[in-house]
C-alpha cells in the first residue's frame, strides 16, 4: 500500500488550519449581521434598483432590476477591456517591432516609449488623461469638427451613427465569406500537401471579404447611411450635439491610459518572443530558398507566437482587470454600478462583493482556459 | 566627371550628391526648426498643403541621394547604417526628427519659460505655462498628507534611521555578511515595525520604545564580554528580559523620569498620506508578500495534495480579481468578518490585503524559477541525505531565487505602481492628495501640474527600481 501515515500529517494541520479560519470568519459574519439585524441571501437582484446610469449599452433606467444594473456594468467593463486589448495589441506590435528595427531613431523612440509609459502607475495615468488633458478640449460649440464629422468636445467624442438597413443580410454575407475563406484555406493546405500546388489564399481571401459584403450592397437590398452629430442649443449657453454615436470622455480617458499602459507590456513580450527565435532558424529556411515573406509566416511567426502568446494572455488579462478602476473617474463599470452604488444603496457587502469577484474571477478564467487551449493547439508536437 | 543620374546615386559622383543631399536635409531640418522655435516660415509662400508637407518631401530626397553604398566616409556609412538604410525608414526617421524638433519648444515653454516659481499665491501664475508655485505651496501635503506640519520631524527621521539601518549591508565586513539575510529577514523589519508604530503612530505607547532602545544598548554593551558559543542564544534571550525587568520591575512609569517625558501626540492612521503613505506601505507588502508568496509556491509544487489544492485555489483566486476589489473587500467586507469588538486599523487591513494579492503573484514567479531548475539539483541534494526543508533552503531556493530576480523586481514594481489604489479605502498617498488639491477651490485648475510632478516622482522610483533590479540580475548571475 503507497500510504503512509507520516504524510497525513502536514495535510491534516493545513485542512485544520484552513477550516478553522474559514469557520471563524462564518461563525463572526452569522453573529455580525443577526446583530444588525441583515439578512442573508441574492434576493434583492431582483428588486427595483432606483438609480440611473448615464452611459449603458442596453436599455436601462431606474424602473429595471439590481441584475439588469449587474449587466450594465458588466457589458460596460467588456466594452472596455475589448476596445482597449484591441488598440494596445496594435500600438504593442508596432512598438514591440520597432524595438527591433536597426533605424537608431525608431528604436530609441520605441524603448523610450516604453520605459516612460510601464514605470507611470496606472491610475496616474487614468487621472492625468481624464482630469487635465481631455479637460483642456473645447466646449461642443467652439468645437471644430476633424475630418468634417467627428467632434471631440470636453463632454465626449462624438461620431456619426451609421444607420443600417437589412442589416442582417450584410451579416449573413460577411458569415457566409468567413466561412468560405476557412473551407478554402483547408481545401488549399490539402493541396499543397498532396500535389504541392500552392493557391493564393491572402488574395483570394481578401477578395472574398470584400466582394460578398459589396453584393450584399448591390443585389442584398441593404443601404447604409451616417447621420452627422448636429449641434444643438438646450440654453443661452449649453449646447450639446445631437444625433450620432457619443463616447463619453471617461470611457476615452480610461481606452487610452489602459490600451497605451498595457501596450508596453505586450511590446516587451513581442519583442522577446521575435528575439527569441534563434537566427539559424531564418538562414536555414532562407536557404532552402524560401522568399524572406514566407520565411515570416512559415518559419520566424509559428516559433515567435509560441514565445509570445502565454505572457500576451497575461496582460490581456491583466487589462480586463485594470479595467476596474474606472471606478477612479466615475466610468460606470461593474465596480462603480455594482460594488459602488448599488452596495451603497442595499447594503448587502458580502452579497455584492462576492458577486463582483466572481465575475472577475470568471472572466479571467474563461480568457485563460481559451488562451491555453490556443497555447495547446500551437505548441510544439514532439514526436 | 561621370554622368550623373539622380535616380541611382552612385560613388562616382560622392560629392555632389553628398553636397546635394545634405543641403535639402538640412533646409528641411532647418524649415521645421525656424518654424517651431521662431514661429518663421520661409516657404509660407507656397500653397497651404504644399508648405505643409515640403520639408519631408525635401529631407527625403535629400536622403535619397546620401544613401551610397561603402562610399569610404565613415560619418555618413554609420549615419546611412542607422536611420537611413530605406526610403520606408528615412520617412520614419524624418518624421522622428521633426516631431522631435516641433515638440521641444512648447515642452520647454510649459516646464520652464513661461512657467512661474515664485510667490506663495495663485496670483503669480498668470502665464500659459505650468505653475509650480501651486506644488510648491501644497509640498507638505503632498509628501505627509494630513499630518499635522509640527510632528513632520517623526516622518522624516523614522526614513532616515530606515534608511541608515537598510544601508547596513553595504558596510557589514565578511565576518558578519552570514547574518545578513537574518538582519534583513527577521531584524530589519522589526525594527522598522516599530519605528513605524511607536514613532509615525506616537501616543502613550512610546514608552515601549524607550524602554525597547534602553535594553537594546544595554544588551548589546553587555554582549561584547559573551563568549562566541552563547551569543546566539543571549541575543535570544537577555534583550527581552532586560526589557522585561526594564517596564515591570524597574522603572515604574509614575516614578522614572523618562515616564514624564509625554511622549508623542497620537496621530491616527487616517491623517498619514502623501508619499510617505505611498513608501510605508510598499515596504510592508514588499517585506510580507515575499514570504507569503514564497510558501505558495513550494506549497503549490508539494507531493501532499491537499496542500497543493489550497495552494492552487489561494493563487488563482487573488490572481483572477483585480486589486480594487480586494480593497473593497477589505474595506467594506472583512469587518464584517471578524468579532464585533475587534478592530483592525484600515491601513493595516490595506497593508494585508495588498500583501495577500501580491502574494499569489510571488509565488507564480517562485513557481517558475523552482520549475525552471533541473531535476538533477533535486536528486543531488536527496542524496546527499538532506530532508525537504535543508534541500529547499540550501540548495533549491537560493538558486532559484536568483534566477527569478526580474520577474520579483517586475512584481515589486507592480505593487509599487498599485499603492494609489488605495484611494478606495479611503486612505490618500500622493495621488489621493493631488485630487484632494485640485478640488479646493482656492486652487482650482492645476490639475496637470500635479499630475506632472507625481508622475515624474513615481517614475523615477520605478525606472530606479528597474535599473537596480538589472544590476542586481547581473550580480548574481552564474553559469551552470
Redesign the interface.
Known amino acids: 500500500m503507497n500510504f503512509k501515515l507520516k ?1 497525513l500529517g ?2 491534516l494541520i ?2 485544520i488550519a ?1 477550516v478553522l479560519i474559514f469557520g ?3 461563525y ?2 452569522q ?3 443577526e ?1 444588525r439585524g441583515i439578512d442573508f441571501g441574492y434576493g434583492f437582484l431582483s428588486q427595483e434598483s432606483s438609480f440611473d446610469v448615464q452611459f449603458s449599452l442596453i436599455e436601462y433606467d431606474g424602473s429595471h432590476s439590481y441584475f439588469r444594473a449587474y449587466l450594465v456594468g458588466l457589458l460596460n467593463t467588456i466594452l472596455v477591456s475589448v476596445i482597449g486589448i484591441i488598440i494596445a495589441t496594435i500600438i504593442g506590435v508596432i512598438v514591440g517591432v520597432a524595438r527591433l ?6 528604436n530609441k ?1 520605441a524603448a523610450y516609449y516604453v ?2 509609459f ?8 487614468i ?2 488623461w481624464y ?3 481631455l ?2 478640449l473645447p466646449l461642443p460649440q467652439d468645437a471644430e469638427a476633424i475630418f468634417g464629422v467627428f467632434f471631440l468636445t470636453i463632454k465626449g467624442l462624438y461620431v456619426p451613427a451609421f444607420i443600417w438597413e437589412n442589416f442582417n443580410i450584410f451579416l449573413y454575407s460577411i458569415v457566409a465569406s468567413i466561412i468560405a475563406i476557412i473551407v478554402i484555406r483547408i481545401q488549399a493546405k490539402k493541396l499543397q500537401e498532396t500535389q504541392g500546388k500552392q493557391i493564393p489564399v491572402f488574395f483570394i481571401s481578401i477578395g472574398l471579404i470584400l466582394i460578398l459584403p459589396l453584393l450584399s450592397f448591390l443585389i442584398g437590398g441593404v443601404s447604409l447611411s451616417f447621420e452627422i452629430p448636429k449641434l444643438k442649443q438646450l440654453a443661452a449657453t449649453s449646447f450639446v450635439y445631437d444625433g450620432g454615436l457619443s463616447l463619453p470622455p471617461e470611457l476615452i480617458a480610461l481606452t487610452l491610459s489602459l490600451s497605451l499602459y498595457t501596450a508596453t507590456f505586450i511590446a516587451e513580450c513581442v519583442r522577446a518572443g521575435i528575439q527569441g527565435v534563434g537566427k539559424g532558424q531564418k538562414e536555414a529556411a532562407a536557404s532552402i530558398g524560401l522568399t524572406p515573406n514566407q520565411v515570416l509566416k512559415l518559419v520566424i511567426m509559428p516559433q515567435a507566437l509560441r514565445i509570445i502568446i502565454p505572457p500576451t494572455t497575461n496582460q490581456y488579462l491583466n487589462l480586463t ?2 479595467s ?2 474606472a ?2 473617474i466615475a466610468y460606470p463599470d461593474l ?1 462603480l454600478v455594482f ?1 459602488g452604488t448599488a ?1 451603497m444603496q442595499t447594503g448587502k ?2 452579497e455584492i ?2 458577486i ?2 466572481f465575475t ?2 470568471s472572466l ?2 474563461s480568457i485563460s482556459i481559451l488562451m491555453n487551449w490556443y497555447n495547446k493547439k500551437i505548441a510544439i508536437q514532439e514526436k | 566627371m561621370n554622368k550623373i543620374n539622380f535616380l541611382k546615386p552612385d560613388k562616382s559622383n560622392l560629392n555632389t550628391f553628398l553636397y546635394l543631399g545634405s543641403f535639402l536635409f538640412f533646409i528641411s531640418v532647418l524649415d521645421v526648426f525656424l518654424n517651431s522655435f521662431f514661429k518663421v516660415n520661409f516657404i509660407g509662400f507656397l500653397p497651404n498643403f504644399l508648405s505643409f508637407i515640403m520639408p519631408l518631401i525635401l529631407g527625403f530626397i535629400g536622403l535619397y541621394l546620401i544613401r551610397i553604398e561603402y562610399s569610404g566616409i565613415k560619418k555618413l556609412d554609420q549615419l546611412n ?3 537611413n ?1 530605406n526610403n520606408f ?1 528615412a520617412i ?2 524624418l518624421l ?2 521633426f516631431i522631435v524638433i516641433k515638440s521641444i519648444p512648447p515642452i520647454l515653454n510649459w516646464f520652464f519659460i513661461e512657467a512661474s516659481f515664485a510667490g506663495d499665491s495663485k496670483d503669480v501664475c498668470t502665464g500659459s505655462g505650468a505653475c509650480w508655485t501651486y506644488i510648491k505651496v501644497w509640498m507638505r501635503r503632498f509628501m505627509y498628507g494630513m499630518y499635522p506640519n509640527a510632528e513632520q520631524w517623526r516622518i522624516n527621521l523614522s526614513f532616515i534611521a530606515l534608511a541608515l539601518l537598510g544601508s547596513v549591508g553595504y558596510f557589514a565586513t565578511d565576518r558578519f555578511k552570514k547574518y545578513l539575510t537574518l538582519y534583513y529577514v527577521v531584524i530589519y523589519p522589526l525594527i522598522a515595525f516599530l519605528f513605524i508604530f511607536f514613532f509615525i503612530s506616537g501616543g502613550p505607547v512610546f514608552f515601549d520604545f524607550s524602554y525597547g532602545i534602553i535594553a537594546a544598548i544595554v544588551s548589546i554593551i553587555i554582549g561584547f564580554f559573551i563568549p562566541n558559543k552563547f551569543k546566539f542564544y543571549y541575543f535570544l534571550i537577555v534583550p527581552l528580559f532586560i526589557y522585561i525587568l526594564l517596564k515591570y520591575y524597574l522603572f515604574f512609569e509614575e516614578t522614572i523620569e523618562l515616564g514624564k517625558l509625554d511622549g508623542l501626540n497620537w496621530v491616527e492612521t487616517g491623517a498619514w498620506g502623501g508619499l510617505s503613505l505611498t513608501f510605508i506601505i510598499s515596504f510592508f507588502c514588499l517585506i510580507f508578500c515575499f514570504p507569503i508568496g514564497m510558501a505558495f509556491a513550494l506549497g503549490r509544487r508539494s ?5 497543493r489544492y ?1 495552494s492552487i485555489g489561494f493563487i ?2 487573488w ?7 480586494v480593497l ?2 477589505s474595506a ?2 472583512f ?6 469588538d475587534f478592530f483592525i486599523d484600515k491601513l493595516v487591513r490595506c497593508i494585508i490585503a495588498i500583501s495577500l494579492f501580491e502574494a499569489a503573484y510571488v509565488a507564480e514567479v517562485i513557481r517558475g524559477g523552482l520549475q525552471a531548475l533541473p531535476r538533477g539539483q533535486y536528486e543531488a541534494a536527496k542524496s546527499l541525505g538532506m530532508g525537504y526543508w535543508k534541500m529547499h533552503i540550501f540548495v533549491i531556493l537560493p538558486q532559484a531565487l536568483k534566477l527569478v530576480i526580474p520577474g520579483i523586481a517586475n512584481t515589486f ?1 507592480a505593487l ?6 488605495i ?2 479605502v479611503g486612505l490618500l498617498e500622493i ?1 489621493g492628495m ?2 484632494l488639491a ?1 478640488t479646493n477651490p482656492e486652487w482650482l485648475g492645476f ?2 501640474e500635479g ?2 510632478f ?2 515624474i516622482i ?2 523615477i522610483i ?2 530606479a527600481m ?1 535599473k537596480y533590479s538589472y544590476n542586481l540580475e547581473l550580480k548574481y548571475k552564474t553559469d551552470r
Open positions: 504524510d502536514p495535510q493545513t485542512v484552513v471563524f470568519f462564518t463572526n459574519a453573529i455580525n449581521m446583530n528595427s536597426p533605424n537608431y531613431l525608431i523612440f520605459e516612460f510601464r514605470n507611470i502607475p496606472l491610475l496616474l495615468q487621472f492625468f482630469f487635465a488633458a479637460r483642456a482587470k485594470n476596474s478602476l471606478a477612479a465596480v460594488a452596495l457587502a458580502i462583493v462576492s463582483t469577484m472577475y474571477l479571467s478564467i | 547604417k542607422h536611420i538604410t525608414n520614419l526617421s522622428i526628427i507531493n501532499f495534495p491537499l496542500i489550497i488563482e483566486f490572481r483572477g480579481v483585480p486589486l480594487i476589489t473593497f473587500m467594506v467586507m469587518p464584517m468578518f471578524l468579532p464585533a514594481l509599487v505602481k498599485d499603492t494609489p489604489l484611494f478606495v495621488v493631488l485630487n485640485k490639475a496637470m499630475y506632472v507625481a508622475a513615481f517614475w520605478c525606472y528597474s
